[in-house]
């Protein structure tokens, strides 16, 4: 009997455990720059006109187009849908939530709670429901430097 409470206990908690460690972020906050992951090219297109450089290359999986506006912007797509959106160096792109680059790390928390992950200089919030879809945000010296939505690879 004690044994079968025992496991009862152990059984409840890792289910308890394995709840508490799920995704943090709802998919409707996966935005950079007012762009939504899984936006079109034309969205992108009419929000921020012909990029800088486009590169297309044909992969097993689909067709990889990847945008660049200046030196601080890139959106990467598949099949024509926003997969990934990175800000770096002096972009004044932000997420839904308002975060940009050069604020404190403590906004994240207050933005989104604490992160699923952190992973070296990287705090990483999953999509809920959306494998290896999220959030990820570089800090350097207590600041945000770089900004990832979308695809984490």
Do not use: W
Not at 8 to 16: A, D, H, Q, R
Not at 119 to 127: F, L, N, Q, R
């Amino acid at each position: 009997m004690m044994k079968k409470m025992l496991l009862s206990v152990i059984t409840g908690s890792m289910v308890l455990v394995g709840s508490t460690c799920s995704a943090t972020v709802p998919a409707d906050q996966l935005v950079l720059g007012g762009i939504q992951y899984g936006a079109s090219i034309s969205a992108v297109e009419s929000a921020y006109g012909a990029p800088r450089k486009s590169e297309r290359e044909m992969k097993p999986y689909g067709d990889k187009v990847e945008y660049k506006y200046g030196n601080t912007l890139e959106f990467e797509f598949l099949n024509g849908k926003v997969v990934k959106i990175k800000a770096d160096d002096y972009s004044d792109a932000k997420t839904k939530a308002g975060i940009g680059l050069g604020m404190d790390a403590a906004a994240l928390k207050n933005a989104y709670g604490a992160p699923d992950a952190i992973h070296e200089e990287d705090h990483i919030y999953y999509a809920a429901g959306m494998q290896g879809i999220g959030l990820k945000f570089e800090v350097k010296y207590g600041k945000i430097t770089d900004i990832k939505v979308g695809s984490l690879y």
